[in-house]
């Protein structure tokens, strides 16, 4: 049992367990932007969440270590990843295989006890975050992609609460799914002799590292104008617009951290500022639309 609790605990790290909070506070939008459009009728609201969270944290993690298994090769060569829990042998391959097919097991679960339309759609999820491991073998795109995989959290949590899609949720995955492409953008930049050597495909091996950081700062500003998008959909206040401005203030931050010649804050850029960027989105708008509720 302790060596089992220690591997769990190796694979936690591994998976970067903590950061399931990119992709949370933008799936709780979903659930409030949901629940506002109901008129605030959702039955069973508590179970609800629990189970959008299971599934949200289960899909991430089946991903994380699906794409640790397959690139383990990959990290093995790779002198800033070698030292990864794979590579380094702190786990064996057949222990995050096993963690995958856990993982896979409980989102699908979960799915299921969410709604039937969320069960009918659980495996093509499972195959969108599973198709981003592969992709940067074949395409640059390998970076929307991966936007794709955390896009369709606040649409999923929007099928659980209502059983049913809104195409004016999709504003919110087109904006994740842009946010997250462009700081994945700017974290491979740290990888551009590897990719350019191992022939891989990245936007900073396509473009260099100065021409994806202008992509990046792109896919930035039109996230922006998918958050404006958004708060005029659902007719939001002006709590929700001061939230797409600290948005737009923490990513000009971090692109203020990271430049072509100097990468030595990527880690900063990346982890702690986006870090932020979720958390302080979902207070702002969470507050906008409780206050449209009670009428202040």
Known sequence: ??????????????????????????????????????????????????????????????????????????????????????????????????????????FLVAARLLNQFCFLLAPLALAVVFFYSFTKRFTSLSHLVLGLSLGIAPAAAWIAVRGSLDPRILWLTAAVMLWTAGFDIIYSCQD??????????????????????????????????????????????????????????????EHKLVKADDLSRVNAAFFNVNGCVSVLFFLFWATDILLLRSGT
């Open 1 to 106: 049992m302790a060596s089992f609790l220690r591997r769990f605990r190796l694979t936690l790290d591994m998976i970067k367990f903590e950061h399931s909070v990119f992709a949370l506070p933008f799936a709780g939008t979903g659930v409030l932007l949901a629940i506002r459009d109901s008129r605030y009728a959702a039955p069973e609201l508590a179970w609800k969440i629990l189970w959008i969270v299971a599934a949200m944290v289960a899909a991430r993690s089946a991903a994380m270590a699906f794409n640790r298994v397959l690139d383990a090769d990959l990290d093995a060569r790779n002198l800033r990843t070698r030292s990864r829990h794979l590579p380094s042998g702190l786990l064996s391959t057949v222990f995050a295989w096993s963690f995958v097919a856990a993982c896979a097991l409980l």
């Open 192 to 253: 551009y002799q590897f990719d350019v050597e191992e022939g891989l495909f990245s936007y900073p091996s396509r473009f260099g590292i100065a021409g994806s950081l202008w992509i990046s700062r792109a896919f930035h500003l039109a996230m922006l104008g998918c958050l404006l998008a958004l708060a005029r959909a659902f007719h939001l206040g002006p709590v929700s617009l001061a939230g797409v401005a600290a948005v737009a203030i923490l990513l000009a931050y």
